[in-house]
């Protein structure tokens, strides 16, 4: 059992990657969707916008659900539902019929992120949650670092049913892996109304779900029409934009490296200070070099450093501030997550129908300058460790 659960947080990172591939495969992927489905690239981008909706619905609502079910029973499962759907998207024929087989894919895929985190403090002493979380976590940065980057090739050269037939096959292999090394028996903290009106009651709480809100609003305007504003600012093709994807996952894979290293030693507050200083300085280069594709390439490197660690330390942080409470604090900040990704992917589509290309830089930046202070705001009273 020893080594079974020493190779268990490695399985449950590698979910992390198909889940995030799952979420984020529109993204690097539009022009492709909107010339394929015979739809706009803002209409396309609303896979990613209702995609968002239904994860932020779904996330406190299964976690309440769920909660009484053994961990990896529920994670296999999850997984499960993942590979169906992914090669369900791959016969769509028309974008109403992906719409639907995507509603239904996050629908059951928003229970993975938050069920992972919370089982990683199941599996690991205290004084190592906070690294195994933020490594757990690193799995959404592989699938920015090696998926979007993939995804952008693979529909340029093979069509977007190619990139959902391998995502699938991808989730098969997690499900296997989970299925071998997740030890059974794993039980959550049953989730019940009392659990949600103790966090309503909790000021720290809020402002950290507040913080994740603001700050995916302010990305998600950029990041969901990344592919299409490279591409109408600099000019640049889909293996200039490939890169830029690329560079900003394998940057996310170092900050959640070295937020997993140092959170425990520097504390998560400062660790996620540091990172949320990062991911604006990121944010301020796009808007500042927008039509440059070289200084935009080098400020999405920067903002990736931030995105993925700054997520994770969330989820330390929220651990942290109330352990009892951890699965249903960590299942809603993933809603709040997604509802940041709603609001910023409606408001880049608003702006990308309009034309108003330069401006969602600094509309992104204004949202990540709000998180910031927020964090301020949220800094322990009692000396940082």
Same mark, same amino acid.
Request: aromatic share 8%; net charge positive.
């Given at each position: 059992?020893?080594? !079974? ?81 992914? #090669? ?7 974008? %109403? ?26 599996? !690991? ?5 906070? $690294?195994?979380?933020?490594?757990? #976590? ?14 952008? #090739? ?34 959550? %903290? ?40 490279? %591409?109408?600012?600099? $000019? ?9 994807? %690329?560079?900003?996952? *394998?940057?996310? *894979? ?45 400020? !999405? ?17 929220? *651990? ?46 204004? #949202? ?18």
């Amino acid at each position: 059992m020893r080594g !079974v659960k020493s190779f268990a947080p490695t399985s449950l990172m590698l979910g992390n990657v198909v889940t995030g591939c799952s979420v984020l495969a529109p993204a690097g992927m539009l022009v492709e969707l909107a010339s394929g489905l015979d739809v706009s690239i803002r209409t396309a981008g609303l896979l990613v916008t209702f995609g968002a909706i239904v994860l932020c619905i779904g996330s406190p609502l299964t976690a309440w659900l769920t909660s009484r079910i053994d961990r990896r029973i529920l994670l296999t499962a999850t997984i499960g539902a993942l590979a169906v759907t992914n #090669f369900a998207s791959a016969f769509a024929s028309d974008y %109403a019929s992906l719409m639907a087989i995507r509603l239904v894919m996050l629908g059951i895929g928003v229970l993975y992120t938050p069920q992972a985190a919370g089982t990683a403090a199941l599996i !690991v002493p205290e004084e190592k949650r906070g $690294g195994t979380i933020a490594y757990i #976590f690193l799995g959404w940065s592989l699938a920015a670092a090696v998926g979007l980057p993939a995804i952008t #090739f693979i529909a340029s050269r093979h069509g977007w049913q190619a990139v959902y037939a391998v995502i699938g096959a991808m989730s098969c292999f997690s499900l296997l892996l989970l299925a071998w090394r997740l030890p059974r028996g794993l039980m959550g %903290a049953p989730v019940d109304l009392k659990t949600w009106a103790a966090i309503g009651r909790n000021p720290m709480i809020l402002l950290l779900l507040l913080i994740t809100t603001l700050q995916m609003s302010g990305q998600f305007v950029v990041f969901t029409y990344m592919g299409p504003l490279l %591409a109408r600012l600099t $000019g640049a093709g889909p293996d200039p934009i490939a890169l830029v994807f %690329a560079a900003y996952g *394998v940057c996310g *894979v170092i900050g959640t490296a070295v937020a997993s290293r140092i959170v425990d030693s520097w504390g998560a507050w400062k660790t996620s200070m540091l990172f949320m200083s990062v991911l604006l300085t990121g944010l301020c280069g796009w808007a500042l070099s927008a039509g440059i594709y070289p200084l935009m390439a080098v400020s !999405v490197a920067i903002w990736g450093i931030g995105f993925a660690s700054t997520n994770s330390m969330q989820q330390v942080r929220l *651990v942290d501030a109330a352990p009892a409470l951890a699965s249903a604090s960590v299942s809603l900040n993933t809603s709040v997550l997604y509802v940041g990704q709603a609001i910023g992917s409606a408001i880049g589509g608003f702006l990308y129908a309009r034309d108003l290309l330069y401006a969602s830089g600094y509309v992104a930046t204004a #949202f990540v300058v709000m998180a910031v202070t927020t964090v301020i705001l949220t800094r322990p009273k009692k000396a940082i460790r």
